[in-house]
């Protein structure tokens, strides 16, 4: 007996592995006081142009990424000088939905504290680059001024909720765009770490601590993304996200409620198996009420049971591979006290923005004008950021960024819409929308010089990269086809290159891999086609497949329909995890 019980311990500790440790982000987030950390005293301090390492952790929470020029970093290596540091700052901003009045603020902020360009991103908000740490409190506080900021655009929370970016279209829409501001709201945190920090507001004294009563003290194991579809455009791909919601339309024309879905995500690591783009799952159906309650119980399961002890294996999206969608639906229905019921009929047909003038159903019309890559600056014969801010002292309705990087000049009249074309045409715009179907759905991220885990070029190669398959294009019929394009200056995915019909995300410079096959509406992975090819390389190998698909697509087949079926290998393995929708 008693060498039984001498021997458990021993025998247990050999069988049981000892837990894994937290990853380090997890104590800085516990030590951090609600994210403040150091961060007053280090902005403050004017000796450096940089934050310490937990600092640049905590001010992503508040929507800002320590960065540094890479164009310059060899140069400045050799000369002995520090690198040429600067901030990222991203916006939050539910929807998209921002009024003239905020376009001009953020457009003169660009100038004054900024690199003078703005860029739209793939989850509809805008980014500073280049900020320096001088510039960071006038910047928030330029933004505060106008109701605009940057809590939780970044870090381990729910991130810029999506949605569909047209409300005015139809009162469903606007609907669907409510539902997402209030989860947005819903989900922020609650420290008010942020408004101490960069708009010096003073603690209440005897005030009561603070608490997360969502989050916690420790946040979420990883990034949360969230966004709203209304069927049929799936223009925020829904199913790379890690909560959505797929608005369903009632016989009465009505919002009858959700589909919701669980478990997207394209991040991954090149060699890496363990890690991997999923699609997401369609949990069930809810009704409209009960948005908040189904998120609130989502996401805290996600806070509960995703890996602190990996940081690749974080998101919810492996929570949910590893535990299996059931016990997921068990314990979302069990914390929320809602029965998810079977999900309700919907059909994808596209993700593609409109462009040009489009008639409202309040009377009202929008301009959809596509921005390459989302960059708003002055280049000559391109004056983009002069256009929109001419725009946007003269325009009454407001303005919308698109998940595909590009914008809506919304709820213009009939009587303000030749004045908003006028200022187009002149600075030679108007025929922006005029391009080929590929340039109209090509996404990139920003990649290189400012993003710090870029291995190659993405925005700044794209428009050679078209130029290049344009005349392939058109030689073959298909000028006007759309057909999707993204690129990205690594597999984090950050232009959702993975559901592409022509994805290459880069491995080192001037090397990308060639991913051909998803579904245009959003609803397939595609696979590899080639491990390591540079971008003359892939026009090359492009073409015969565009020649071929001209000649032998079935009316009204996709390019990435007709490669799935009749370029790639059928045994290519490669993105096979998740459902299809
Ligand atoms: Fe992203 C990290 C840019 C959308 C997946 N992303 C980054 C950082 C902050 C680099 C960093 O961590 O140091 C990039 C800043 C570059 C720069 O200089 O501006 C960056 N991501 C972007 C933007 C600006 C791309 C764009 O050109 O528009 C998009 C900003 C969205 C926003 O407004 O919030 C952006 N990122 C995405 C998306 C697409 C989406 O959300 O719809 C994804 C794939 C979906 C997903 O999350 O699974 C994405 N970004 C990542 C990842 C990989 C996450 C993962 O699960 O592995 C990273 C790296 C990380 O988190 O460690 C990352
Ligand atoms: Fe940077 Fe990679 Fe995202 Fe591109 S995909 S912005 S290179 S993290």
Not at 38 to 50: R, V
Not at 475 to 480: D, H, K, R, T, W
Not at 528 to 542: F, M, N
């Amino acid at each position: 007996m008693s060498t039984e019980s001498a021997a458990a311990p021993a025998s247990a500790s050999a069988i049981t592995p000892a837990p894994k440790p937290l990853v380090a982000n997890e104590s800085i987030k516990a030590a951090s006081n609600f994210l403040r950390g150091n961060l007053a005293q280090e902005i403050a301090d004017s000796s450096t142009g940089a934050i310490s390492e937990e600092g640049g952790q905590l001010t992503k929470f508040h929507g800002l990424y320590m960065q540094d020029d890479r164009d310059q970093r060899n140069a400045l290596k050799k000369a002995g000088k520090e690198k040429a540091f600067s901030f990222m700052l991203r916006v939050r901003l539910p929807g998209g939905r921002c009024t003239p009045q905020q376009w001009m603020v953020l457009d003169r902020l660009a100038e004054q504290v900024a690199a003078p360009s703005l860029r739209l991103t793939t989850r509809q908000t805008f980014q500073f680059h280049g900020v320096l740490k001088a510039n960071l409190k006038p910047l928030v506080r330029g933004m505060h001024a106008v109701l605009l900021d940057s809590i939780a655009a970044c870090g381990d929370v729910n991130r810029n909720v999506m949605a569909a970016p047209n409300p005015e279209r139809s009162a469903l829409l606007q609907r669907v765009y409510e539902h997402a501001r209030a989860w947005s709201e819903f989900a922020l945190p609650k420290t008010r770490a942020y408004h101490e920090i960069w708009l010096d507001d003073t603690l209440v004294a005897g005030g009561e601590p603070e608490s997360e009563p969502m989050y916690g003290p420790t946040y979420l194991p990883r990034k949360f993304k969230t966004a709203f579809a209304l069927p049929p455009s799936n223009d925020v791909d829904i199913f790379s996200q890690d909560l959505g919601f797929i608005a369903i339309v009632g016989d009465d024309g009505r919002l009858a409620g959700y589909n919701v879905t669980v478990g997207g995500g394209l991040g991954m690591s090149h060699g890496n198996e363990k890690t991997f783009p999923r699609l997401a799952d369609v949990l069930g159906f809810i009704a409209p009420e009960q948005v908040n309650a189904i998120g609130h119980a989502v996401l805290t399961t996600q806070r509960d049971f995703g890996d602190r002890t990996d940081r690749k294996h974080a998101r919810l999206k492996y929570t949910i591979a590893d535990r299996g969608l059931a016990w997921f639906r068990g314990e979302v229905e069990r914390r929320s006290g809602i029965t998810l019921t079977a999900p309700r009929r919907f059909s994808f047909t596209t993700i593609e923005d409109p462009h040009g003038w489009q008639r409202c159903a309040d009377g009202t019309w929008f301009y959809g004008l596509h921005i390459l890559s989302g960059r708003i600056k002055d280049v000559p014969g391109w004056p983009m950021k002069t256009a929109l801010r001419e725009i946007a002292a003269i325009h009454l309705g407001d303005f919308r960024l698109t998940p595909s990087q590009n914008l809506s000049i919304s709820g213009v009249t009939d009587a303000s819409r030749p004045a908003i074309h006028a200022i187009l045409a002149k600075h030679g715009l108007a025929n922006e929308n005029a391009r080929s179907g590929l340039r109209l759905n090509a996404l990139s991220c920003v990649a290189l010089p400012t993003c710090g885990l870029a291995l190659g070029e993405s925005e700044r190669m794209l428009p050679d990269l078209i130029a290049k398959l344009d005349p392939v294009l058109a030689a073959a019929g298909l000028g006007a086809d759309a057909i999707s394009l993204r690129v990205t200056g690594c597999p984090n995915g950050c232009a959702r290159p993975y559901l592409a019909e022509i994805g290459l995300v880069a491995k080192a410079p001037n090397k990308y891999a060639l991913y051909l096959g998803a579904s245009y509406n959003g609803t397939r992975l595609n696979r590899l086609y080639s491990p390591s090819v540079t971008p003359d390389d892939a026009v090359v190998l492009l073409t015969p497949i565009i020649q071929r698909y001209a000649l032998e697509r079935s009316p009204g087949e996709g390019f990435g329909d007709w490669c799935d079926r009749a370029v790639l290998p059928k045994d290519a393995t490669f993105h096979s995890v998740g459902t299809k929708a």
